[in-house]
């Protein structure tokens, strides 16, 4: 084994014993730059976890020449408070994920009707704090994923996912994000938050989760994405 591999398990060791003491928040983030990182990087998020400050960490991790995963910067913790502002009392969810993305969970409280892929006008104003936000992070990119409740068939579940997605992504288009920073895809009834066993619950699995990320490297290959569908559920 060469210094380097030897170096690598070290600090995994290292990571791994630190996150014990560590808040969930603060595992999420070093574990999750421990999982898509070299081993520098790992130990600048463990480092700036404990320190309070990410961006210490991810600087601590770039001088030691590690790439590659996702970064939880001063942008992205400064996006998450203002969304956490700006969604209060919506029954809008925002976190932090353990890979470092900034997670959004809209459900259809303030997104969308049954068999409807329109937006409601209670999720302006979420969307253009979100756009803010990614604008000013250009870094930044940004996937959407549709989701629906158990009401009807995959056949109609799984284009209707697919159009709440794109419904989101060309609202935060007309905000002036670039589209291509966007990738879109839809699941249709298969990954319920919640059982689907009443009202309150289907509304709960009617949403969109929107995932902002800022990658560390910027040569990224773009995920496939699905399309939105031209025909729209009639009901």
Known sequence: MDNKSILSVI???FILAGCASM??????TAK???MGTGAGAA????IGAIAGDPALGAGIGAGVGAVGGYIWSNRMEEQKKKMEVATEGTK???TQTADNQLKLNVPSD????TGQSTIKPEMHPVLNSLAKGIISNPNSQVTIIGYTDDTGNDSINNPLSVNRAASTRAYLASQGIAINRISIDGRGASEPVVANTSPENRAKNRRVEIFVKEP???QQTQPQEQQ???QKPAY
């Open 11 to 13: 600090m995994l060791v």
């Open 23 to 28: 808040s969930e928040s603060q595992q999420g």
């Open 32 to 34: 999750g730059t421990a």
């Open 43 to 46: 130990v600048g998020a463990i």
């Open 92 to 94: 809008v969810s925002v």
């Open 110 to 113: 303030i997104s969308f009707d």
């Open 216 to 218: 560390q490297s910027q």
């Open 228 to 230: 939105p569908y031209i």
